[in-house]
């Protein structure tokens, strides 16, 4: 008897998996109306003038009035700029800038805050690392079909390199099988998300103290520095006095193809809602769609996330609605960032202890690696799930 990926049909975050991978929803749903039962909200709404067009993929007529934070205040007054603490800037080494968004207040954006080199070790510890056991992917939900091939010991991303012709498509920045053979279980083409830290149970609708892998060091190293960044800044906006150590507990990596999207939703399933969700990423594009506390509330705001972003959901944005409308193919041409942005780069990134567990990338998959990115985003985001009491705050207050 095949187990079904629980995700395909429970609603996640208030979408279904299907919804979470395809904008074809999207037609349906203009196609089906605004009937009660698919009620267009605002937040549909925005979802809607956003979606892929397969016959247009390079449109750029809905992106007239995104936040494009790489070009600063200057150019947009719904951008505020922020003056990192010294508390923060000092001792976490990440010098800036960081922005946040009028209106939506504990939103903190960083952009270009990662250097290309923590990009490509992130997005290469992603397709080799964190989407294979002991971490849980999409795959695992779903037994293999009958048509599958399942080989336990061939790893995704060699299999996808084995199966992609990426060195001379890398030029042309398109990917081509090479063959049609047996479909795999396990694969690249198949990968949605993996999950990291305390792994979310599908059926239970809820975390599982007892379904844990451990969180890499990279992740855990940079979603802590932004996290404090996030904290410390709330407390000196709101006047209050949280404690400011975060704990990485649980890791979210999504995979998005150029038709990939997520719908609109909001991360309510964490306990330490006082602790902000840090969010980077890698590779093309996006647009990011950002609400308010329920799908019903305007403005919805659209975001434009590029390789090297952080973006922090802490304080009052900690629940709001949140989706990724969709990813820009290479071909879209995008404005140059301001030069001024500083990304965190390896030999800083060393002072956190990280540069001397870096991957051995040889030429050959750093080529892959370049082709797999013009074609895909990866997301890694990251959450506090349980209080500081609970779910061993020391470690990250030992980081400062
Ligand atoms: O891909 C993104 O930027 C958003 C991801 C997200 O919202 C989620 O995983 O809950």
């Given at each position: 008897m095949q187990k079904e990926d629980p995700r395909k049909h429970a609603k996640f975050h208030g979408i279904t998996s299907q919804e979470r991978v395809t904008s074809d929803v999207y037609m349906h749903i203009m196609q089906k109306g605004a009937s009660d039962r698919e009620k267009v909200t605002p937040f549909k709404r925005a979802q809607l003038r956003h979606r892929r067009q397969g016959e247009n993929p390079n449109r750029m007529d809905d992106l007239g009035d995104w936040i494009d934070f790489s070009q600063g205040p200057t150019e947009d007054n719904r951008i505020i700029s922020l003056d990192l603490p010294d508390e923060v800037a000092d001792k976490h080494i990440y010098k800036g800038p960081i922005f946040g968004l009028r209106g939506f207040p504990g939103l903190l954006f960083a952009p270009n805050a990662l250097g290309e080199d923590v990009q490509n070790e992130l997005a290469f510890q992603a397709v080799t690392k964190y989407c294979e056991s002991p971490h849980k992917t999409n795959i695992d939900q779903c037994a293999p079909k009958a048509n599958e091939e399942v080989d336990e010991s061939m790893k995704m991303w060699e299999d996808w390199k084995a199966e992609t012709n990426w060195q001379e498509s890398s030029t042309k920045k398109k990917q081509k099988a090479l063959h049609s053979g047996r479909r795999k279980y396990r694969s690249l083409k198949k990968l949605s998300w993996a999950t990291m830290g305390y792994h979310y149970?599908?059926?239970?609708?809820?975390?599982?103290?007892?379904?844990?892998?451990?969180?890499?060091?990279?992740?855990?190293?940079?979603?802590?520095?932004?996290?404090?960044?996030?904290?410390?800044?709330?407390?000196?906006?709101?006047?209050?006095?949280?404690?400011?150590?975060?704990?990485?507990?649980?890791?979210?990596?999504?995979?998005y193809s150029t038709k990939s999207n997520m719908g609109g939703h909001r991360d309510d399933l964490e306990f330490a809602m006082d602790k902000p969700i840090v969010s980077m990423s890698v590779g093309l594009p996006a647009v990011f769609l950002l609400g308010g506390k329920t799908n019903e509330e305007e403005p919805v705001v659209s975001i434009l996330v590029r390789s090297g972003d952080v973006l922090c959901m802490g304080g009052d944005s900690r629940l709001n609605y949140h989706g990724m409308a969709r990813v820009l193919p290479f071909s879209v041409q995008l404005p140059e960032r301001d030069s001024a942005c500083c990304p965190l780069d390896a030999d800083r990134i060393g002072l956190l202890d990280v540069s001397s567990n870096a991957s051995d990338v040889s030429r050959e998959d750093e080529q892959a690696l370049d082709c797999f990115l013009s074609n895909h985003r990866i997301n890694i985001n990251v959450r506090q799930v349980y209080h500081d009491s609970e779910d061993g705050a020391a470690s990250s207050t030992d980081a400062s």
């Open positions: 149970d599908w059926t239970e609708r809820s975390y599982n103290k007892d379904l844990k892998s451990s969180m890499p060091s990279l992740v855990e190293n940079i979603s802590v520095l932004f996290a404090r960044t996030s904290l410390v800044m709330d407390n000196e906006a709101t006047g209050a006095t949280n404690a400011v150590s975060y704990t990485a507990s649980a890791s979210i990596v999504n995979f």
